[in-house]
């Protein structure tokens, strides 16, 4: 079964356009949410991560808004940039343990 | 540092063959993994390893076998390959922190 929805598909934004991505959990003993960045014949790199103790986490124009009640978590591309375009992926661990679940992706591509 | 490395980056096999993906860190990482990216499917982890001589089932084990016997080297084994397999597969590593390292992937074709 699929522990982590992931929409959408794929996204096309306009440059200065800002991208959101939204994800969605059913493990409530998930308690690390990481976003994944990966560009064309590249493996995937850790872009920004949050932990439930808070609602969000900016990192330069990047930021994952989380809702625990809600379990659901979403990544903001503030001013997106044609060099954003990549597939973004989400994920989701538990504590003490290796096993990274995954969602099936989003394609954005960032137009002039 | 050459962080995690993958060979070979493409392989044709037929089908029933067998063969080993290679997986290398010279981070000194505990932790390994193993996935495989299929489209509309996201990642999914196939084993992984919390130290060298511990391996463990991931989500899709079946067809696979790997062991480690040196912490750098995490090699993925397919016995006996099945078109099923044709996917891209990606090592990673994880230290202390939460950060997994990603290597390039190996792109596997069975016929």
């Known amino acids: 079964q699929q522990q982590v929805k992931q929409s959408p598909q794929s996204l096309i934004v306009q440059k200065g356009g800002i991208s959101i991505i939204n994800c969605a959990y059913e493990n409530t003993a998930f308690d690390y949410f990481p976003w994944y960045q990966q560009f064309p014949g590249k493996g995937p790199a850790l872009l920004i991560a949050?932990?439930?103790?808070?609602s969000e986490k900016k990192e330069g124009r990047f930021t994952i808004s989380f809702n625990k009640s809600a379990k659901q978590f979403s990544l903001h591309i503030m001013d997106s940039q044609p060099g954003d375009s990549a597939t973004y992926f989400c994920?989701?661990?538990?504590?003490?343990?290796?096993?990274?679940?995954f969602g099936t992706g989003t394609r954005l591509t960032i137009i002039p | 540092n050459a962080g995690v490395t993958q060979t070979p980056k493409f392989q044709v096999l037929k089908t029933g063959q067998s063969m080993t993906l290679q997986c290398a860190q010279d981070m000194n990482h505990e932790y390994m993994s193993w996935y495989r990216q299929d489209p509309g499917m996201g990642l999914r982890l196939i084993h992984y390893s919390v130290g060298a001589g511990i391996t463990d089932q991931g989500e899709v084990p079946n067809g696979y076998n790997v062991s480690r016997s040196t912490t750098e080297d995490f090699p993925l084994r397919l016995l006996s390959a099945a078109p099923s397999q044709t996917s891209v597969y990606f090592c990673?590593?994880?230290?202390?922190?939460?950060?997994?390292?990603f290597g390039p992937g190996t792109r596997l074709l069975v016929l």
């Open positions: 990673a590593s994880r230290g202390g922190g939460e950060t997994q390292y």
């Open positions: 949050i932990r439930p103790d808070v």
């Open positions: 994920a989701a661990r538990n504590f003490g343990n290796e096993k990274l679940t």
